[in-house]
């Protein structure tokens, strides 16, 4: 992103109160561990590395499409 990386857009996103429930995954070309565990420190639900969307595009929408019917998340009126 031109004006600020991933983790710096996750703090922007959380600071917003319409956004601070957002769920969010992270798709990202860092395999650092400090980028990951800061990632997951926003509340991310999941870290995937863009070389794994090559061959396995599919399989990650896949994963995303039913994380969205298996999951149930709290409605929040904020």
Same mark, same amino acid.
């Given at each position: 992103m $031109?004006?600020?990386n991933g983790l710096e857009f996750l703090e922007s996103l959380r600071t917003? $109160? %319409?956004l601070t @429930?957002? &769920?969010v995954f992270v %798709?990202?070309?860092s395999k650092s561990d400090e980028d990951l565990v800061a990632a997951y420190r926003? @509340? &991310?639900a999941g870290y995937v590395f863009k070389q794994h969307m090559d061959r396995d595009f599919l399989e990650v929408v896949g994963l995303i499409e039913h994380y969205w019917r298996l999951v149930e998340l709290p409605i929040t009126k904020e």
């Open positions: $031109p004006r600020m917003d $109160p %319409l @429930h957002a &769920v %798709l990202t070309t926003q @509340h &991310v």
